[in-house]
T-cell receptor
Framework: SQTIHQWPATLVQPVGSPLSLECTVE??????LYWYRQAAGRGLQLLFY??????ISSEVPQNLSASRPQDRQFILSSKKLLLSDSGFYLC?????????????FGSGTRLTVV | GDSVTQMEGPVTLSEEAFLTINCTYT??????LFWYVQYPGEGLQLLLK?????DKGSNKGFEATYRKETTSFHLEKGSVQVSDSAVYFC??????????FGAGTTVTVRA
């Protein structure tokens, strides 16, 4: 079966520290992968998406970056966190053969920058 | 670009009440439409979807009909339960397989 794993579940980091969030998908090949952020009490903002290894599209300018070193691995990073980076980060995937845009989301990482 | 506008909350209801959450969209083509649900502390789950005009999506007692003439995809449930307390997101599928989400509507059902 197809599953998506996201970790860690919660993270508290000081301002200026680095960040690495990881997302992996099992049971499928060549998925489209996405990183979304949900700020407290707000909607979802698409940060990055990837249609293949090494292919990253950025939706908003920010101090975050994304990488896809393997087919089913998607990493969200920052060299220096800001207070405004706090939020709930969600990874999602879409198989290539599913044309109805039905994302499957991970369980999310709650990041608090202090 | 393509976008969705969703009824703002929060919405507070009593058990067995009727729930409606309005969602309208703007699109140049013929997008797919979705409702997602987010239970407290969890990620989003696909609740239902419709891929063309007049399609009706349904799941767990929830329904939504893709109305091209009114560009709407309103979510309804006839009798809500406490377990339906969650945040509901309307979403629209764009080119390149990206979804645009509404701001979310927080629903609280009281016993």
């Amino acid at each position: 079966s197809q599953t998506i794993h996201q970790w860690p579940a919660t993270l508290v980091q000081p301002v200026g520290s680095p960040l690495s969030l990881e997302c992996t998908v099992e049971g499928t090949s060549n998925p489209n992968l996405y990183w979304y952020r949900q700020a407290a009490g707000r909607g979802l903002q698409l940060l990055f998406y990837s249609v293949g290894i090494g292919q990253i599209s950025s939706e908003v300018p920010q101090n975050l970056s994304a990488s896809r070193p393997q087919d089913r691995q998607f990493i969200l990073s920052s060299k220096k966190l800001l207070l405004s980076d706090s939020g709930f980060y969600l990874c999602a995937w879409l198989p290539l053969d599913q044309k109805n845009y039905g994302y499957t989301f991970g369980s999310g990482t709650r990041l608090t920058v202090v | 670009g393509d976008s969705v506008t969703q009824m703002e909350g929060p919405v507070t209801l009593s058990e067995e009440a009727f729930l409606t959450i309005n969602c309208t969209y703007t699109a140049t083509g013929y997008p797919s439409l979705f409702w997602y649900v987010q239970y407290p502390g969890e990620g989003l789950q696909l609740l239902l979807k419709a891929t063309k005009a007049d399609d009706k999506g349904s799941n767990k007692g929830f329904e939504a009909t893709y109305r091209k003439e009114t560009t709407s995809f309103h979510l309804e449930k006839g009798s809500v339960q406490v377990s339906d307390s969650a945040v509901y997101f309307c979403a629209l599928g764009e080119g390149d397989y990206k979804l645009s989400f509404g701001a979310g509507t927080t629903v609280t059902v009281r016993a």
